[in-house]
């Protein structure tokens, strides 16, 4: 019996699917058209690319834009977390963040590698990636606080701590192609969770652990 092979992508996705690993790797100046087609699929120096993009910059531009629609996702998926167990909810948010920060792979390269020339596009990855990623951890921690009715906590600072730590795993693969000290995903996710929730208690927020539920 015949298996059906998965449909394929639009062309347009698949231009940009293609078009930032060489970005990356090669340099936006050091990739071709005809390379980013032919890495797509399509006729190499056909032109078939300007059937979709005016230029290789708006080719950047929409992988951007793919990256930003693809938070949306992670916004509605961390939204329907509940708050009775905040270290598996951490864990959750944690993994959440790693698959976006590792889907961001050659965006983070490329932005790295043309970030002078680039410099509009520096500013729509901080803002439109970075600081809404942040705003999502400030956002649960005075969730947790509110509920609690508790006000002693630097919501901004603590978050920005603790996203830190996640984002410097996640750079320590781009830059040597591993992860720090080589500790795999879930040990960092649960040393990460149990040292957030042990920050939170020592400010103040009380964990029961029979219960698995923040009290003040």
């Not at 087609?37 to 910059?57: N, Q």
């Not at 590698?113 to 942040?134: C, I, N, Y």
Request: charged content about 30%; overall charge negative; hydrophobic content about 45%.
């Amino acid at each position: 019996m015949a298996t059906l092979s998965p449909p394929r992508p639009p062309t347009r996705e698949r231009i940009v699917a293609a078009a930032l690993p060489l970005f990356a790797r090669q340099g936006f100046r050091g990739t071709s058209v005809g390379e980013i087609e032919a890495a797509a699929g399509l006729s190499p120096r056909s032109g078939a690319l300007y059937k979709h993009f005016a230029s290789k910059r708006d080719v950047l531009a929409a992988a951007l834009d793919e990256r930003s629609r693809n938070l949306d996702h992670v916004d509605s998926l961390r939204a329907s977390l509940s708050l009775a167990d905040p270290e598996s909810e951490l864990k959750v948010m944690g993994h959440l963040a790693l698959d976006e920060l590792e889907c961001e792979h050659d965006l983070i390269r490329v932005v790295m590698r043309e970030g002078d020339e680039f410099p509009d596009l520096v500013a729509g990855f901080r803002d439109r990636l970075v600081r809404r990623g942040a705003s999502l951890a400030v956002d649960w921690l005075t969730r947790a606080c509110e509920r609690e009715g508790f006000r002693g906590i630097d919501v901004e600072a603590v978050a920005a701590v603790h996203l830190a730590a996640l984002v410097g795993y996640r750079m320590q693969d781009v830059l040597f192609g591993e992860p720090t000290a080589s500790v795999e995903r879930e040990r960092f996710l649960d040393a990460w969770a149990r040292g957030w929730i042990a920050e939170l208690r020592g400010l103040g927020l009380k964990l029961d652990r029979r219960t698995q539920e923040v009290t003040s």
